[in-house]
């Protein structure tokens, strides 16, 4: 297996470069920051970590908590859900990892995981998702395993299981999300305005997080400060 540095991954987080230095760093534009706050959330467990490659030049971003006692079990993948990544299960591995060996992934487009262009067709991006990860399988030599998904990876915990049955074992659910089916062909049809249109144009470079992160970087002071008067 083809084993990436992580600083080879910079031509793939690249999608924000071009967004001015000047702006406050709650964008998602530091490699550097995202790695040093996931080495603090998995400081004290023992794992190895890697790049995992897939098709066009997309990278996986992957964790292994494999026990020499417990590697003759049927291997159990972690998926994080939306907004998330391998650090979601930091306060689970520990105990997790007794019993069958354990990976968790970064899903395209989170964590350290490549950043890609999805398509714009729902079932197309989904089928992106379904096919990344049996990509991974293949890459990672699984034959088979059992899905933990939580939210967005229940979903596609769930999708994956549809289309490869014969490499999952078990699926293990944990607020899974679903999506309702499209509308029928009047309201599909119905024409959008034009102001809709060009607000989505205008926010279409930006994370759908991105909001989230600004908002933060303002009300944690004003937190802190509270937290300071109260123990006070």
Known sequence: MMLVKPGELSSCLCRWCWIPNWLPSWCPTSEKQ???????????????C????????????TLDFS??????????????GFGGGVGLWAQN??????????????????????????????????????ESIEQWRAKMGLESMILLGHNLGGYLAVSYAIKYPERVKHIVLVEPWGFPERPDTVESDRPIPVWIKA??????????????????????????LVINIWLC
């Open 34 to 48: 995202l790695q040093t706050a996931e080495d603090k959330m998995l400081r004290c467990k023992d794992q190895s």
């Open 50 to 61: 890697q790049y995992v490659p897939i098709s066009g030049g997309n990278l996986l971003w």
């Open 67 to 80: 026990s020499d006692t417990a590697r003759d079990k049927t291997p159990l993948v972690l998926i994080h």
């Open 93 to 130: 591995l520990d105990d997790l990892s007794q019993y069958r060996p354990i990976f968790a992934l970064d899903l395209l487009g989170f964590g350290q995981s490549s950043r890609p262009l999805f398509s714009s067709d729902a079932s197309e991006a989904e089928d992106q998702f379904v």
């Open 199 to 224: 607000l989505g144009a205008m926010f279409s470079p930006f994370n759908p997080l991105a909001g989230l992160r600004l908002s933060f970087r303002f009300y944690y002071p004003l937190l802190c």
